[in-house]
């Protein structure tokens, strides 16, 4: 009767802990939806232009994200820092408030030279050898496109403290409004309409900090109006400097930091690299790589769940949750990226005329292009799944620094060493690149599993 009992017990904690990251999980992976959506609204938007126009703003965006991914990893900190503070259950208005002040610091203060950097994008482009026209369309396209960063990083560091509150359902909601604005804006500002000026590329670069500015207005309003939340006085003392906060967070952040730059990173080399070899490579992988991203959304989702699971059991210091809330976020996001991997490579087609029309001859090259990417997509869905977990679990426990040698092995040493091999010297093109992506993201998942079981072998706990 007692093992019985205790079995009962046990699976009564799975099945609570698989709905609670469930519940905490959909408005997170939701929201990472609303944000894809409006990088694909982009995407869909100046395809409408052509693809000349498309491929220039996606080198500058993918330029922009090297950046722009940085920055958000290493105000990414905030979210395990707050998790655990509120496992610990010691000062936690106190202590999630230092965090939350002191991760905007961070945002104003890493931005300045990610704008310098940003502001040359065209000059960098052509140092790289890549094609005049669309350097140019980039750099016009990013000189407005890059004061939306420092919104958005205010936007991350707001959606930290609701997921670590586990009250994520308002970063959704503004998510959804975000989406909606950011079409009103580029289809105004792009091509002219609702009185506006017709700014092309410019107009989607001023779309998105307009969306970007709103989204964050909103999220502040929320949390200096919702009786839930005002408790925490966020913006309490917002000048008075806190070091040893600051500090920690940049102790934490920037391995995460160097994993998210290494990550997107390794994806706008495999652009730049796509511009060396013609223009329709470049078209194909934005749109094939838009896909790609909306799957991606799902694990990301899971991930920040399993950071905050994880961290709230790590603040308990309690072993069995913290073992039940990893498994339970790597199962779930491996499942469902399988099934995306039977969808993907069963309507590839399907999926890219969302972004371009397939039925237009002069469409004919990239159309191809982009569906051999898809069925590579489809492959490495499952290990994409993985490693994004992976480093979610591995987050809430603040092991970061090993997570981000492994990231830095599988992806530039493995994911860009074979993609150059086939694309330049076995004459296989773009596919070649995706495969060696691919191959990094096999790696990476591999590693990082590996790096969770030895911490469970070791004692997932410090000493």
């Known amino acids: ?67 722009g991914i940085f920055c958000m990893g290493l105000v990414t900190a905030t979210s395990p820092m707050m998790a655990t503070a509120i496992g610990r259950g010691l000062h936690v208005v106190r202590d999630v408030r230092r965090t939350f002040r002191q991760g905007l610091w961070v945002a104003v203060i890493v931005i300045i030279p990610c704008w310098i950097m940003l502001w040359q994008t065209e000059e960098i482009l052509l140092l790289m050898g890549q094609i005049p026209k669309l ?118 952040g920037l391995p995460i930091a160097m994993t998210y730059g290494m990550e997107g990173g390794v994806f706008s080399v495999a652009v730049l690299l796509m511009g060396l070899i013609d223009t329709a490579s470049v078209a194909a992988h934005a749109i094939a790589i838009q896909v790609a991203a909306l799957t991606f959304m799902i694990p990301f989702g899971l991930s920040q769940s399993a950071t905050v699971r994880v961290g709230i059991g790590y603040g308990r210091k309690d072993k069995a949750m913290i073992q039940r809330a990893g498994w339970t976020g790597f199962i779930v996001g491996v499942g469902f990226m399988t099934v995306m991997a039977v969808i993907i490579w069963s309507i590839p087609e399907l999926l890219i005329s969302g972004f371009i029309d397939i039925n237009n001859p002069k469409n004919a090259e990239v159309v191809t292009l982009a569906v051999g990417f898809l069925y590579v997509a489809a492959l490495f869905q499952t290990f994409d799944g993985a490693q994004a977990v992976g480093q979610g679990m591995l987050r809430g426990l603040h092991d970061t620094r090993v997570p981000m040698l492994l990231v830095g092995f599988g992806y530039w040493v493995v994911g860009i060493g074979v993609g150059i091999w086939l694309a330049f010297y076995q004459g296989w093109g773009g596919q070649g690149l995706w495969v060696g992506l691919a191959t990094g993201l096999g790696i990476v998942a591999i590693l990082m599993i590996a790096r969770w079981m030895m911490r469970e072998r070791i004692g997932l706990l410090p000493d």
């Open 1 to 67: 009767m007692t093992s019985i009992s205790l079995d009962q017990q046990s699976r009564g904690l799975w099945q609570h802990e698989l709905r609670t990251s469930l519940a905490l999980a959909w408005p997170l992976i939701l929201t990472n939806l609303t944000m894809a959506l409006i990088g694909a609204t982009d995407v869909l938007m100046l395809g409408w232009l052509g693809a000349e126009q498309l491929a220039g703003a996606s080198l500058g965006h993918n330029l922009s994200m090297i950046a």
């Open 135 to 252: 350097a140019e369309n980039a750099g016009v396209y990013i000189r407005a496109y890059m004061w939306s960063i420092l919104p958005f990083l205010g936007l991350i560091v707001l959606r930290n403290f609701l997921s670590a509150v586990e009250k994520p359902i308002w970063s959704l909601i503004v998510g959804v409004i975000g989406v909606v604005a950011n079409a009103i804006f580029n289809y105004g500002l792009i091509f002219g309409n609702f009185g506006l000026p017709a700014l092309g590329l410019m107009g989607a670069g001023i779309g998105s900090v307009m969306s970007n500015s709103l989204m964050f207005l909103a999220m502040v309003i929320v949390v200096l109006r919702h009786r839930h939340f005002r408790r925490y006085h966020l913006f309490g003392n917002f000048w008075k400097p806190d070091w040893s906060r600051f500090r920690e967070i940049w102790r934490l």
